[in-house]
């Protein structure tokens, strides 16, 4: 805590406590969390430079459910996602998806993706951390593709919460 950018108390806790602490003067009262902690071990799928080649067109669209974990990025064509909810690719007809993919290894392996289209597996695909390059004939149906073996495990968060500031006037 810091009183006109000046250090009045530190502390740590480690279970729920109530502090006192004496402000010495007015002034702008500063409180601040610098140790917060977050760590977890993930699998995730990544596809860089996606793209869609046939006679007729050369367009796409991507839907990237909020659930999925990730997003889609038009300007890099790159797409990125952690759980088993499907990545929908609507084509603009028939041709060819190109992307190269990678993943990140969690749980001591990497992400398989699961391709589907007209509710058929077209493709599986074995991830690892060096991007291979990825071409799959498709219909004008759209595509979903899912990782197969999702895997998140949380394995530490550190937080402090507080549940009432109160400032009593020295008498």
């Not at 596809?47 to 890099?76: I, M, Y």
């Not at 394995?155 to 402090?160: A, K, Q, W």
Request: glycine residues 8%; contains cysteine; proline residues 5%.
């Amino acid at each position: 805590m810091a009183l006109n950018s000046q250090l009045i108390w530190k502390g740590e806790f480690s279970r729920l406590s109530t502090v006192e602490i004496p402000i010495p003067r007015k002034g702008h009262l500063t409180v601040g969390y610098f140790n917060d902690f977050y760590s977890s071990d993930y699998r995730n799928a990544f596809l860089e430079r996606v793209r869609f080649q046939s006679a007729t067109c050369q367009t796409f669209a991507v839907n990237v459910p909020a659930d999925a974990g990730g997003g889609w990025n038009a300007q890099t064509q790159s797409l990125g996602w952690l759980f088993a909810t499907p990545i929908t690719l609507k084509t603009c007809s028939a041709g060819s998806l190109i992307f190269n993919a990678s993943g990140r290894k969690g749980g001591k392996a990497f992400a398989t993706l699961e391709v589907k289209q007209d509710g058929r597996e077209i493709r599986r695909i074995q991830l690892s951390d060096q991007p291979q390059e990825v071409e799959i004939a498709v219909t004008a149906q759209p595509l979903e593709i899912r990782i197969a073996n999702p895997y998140f495990q949380e394995i530490g968060d550190r937080n402090l919460t507080l549940r009432k500031i109160q400032f009593v006037p020295a008498r």
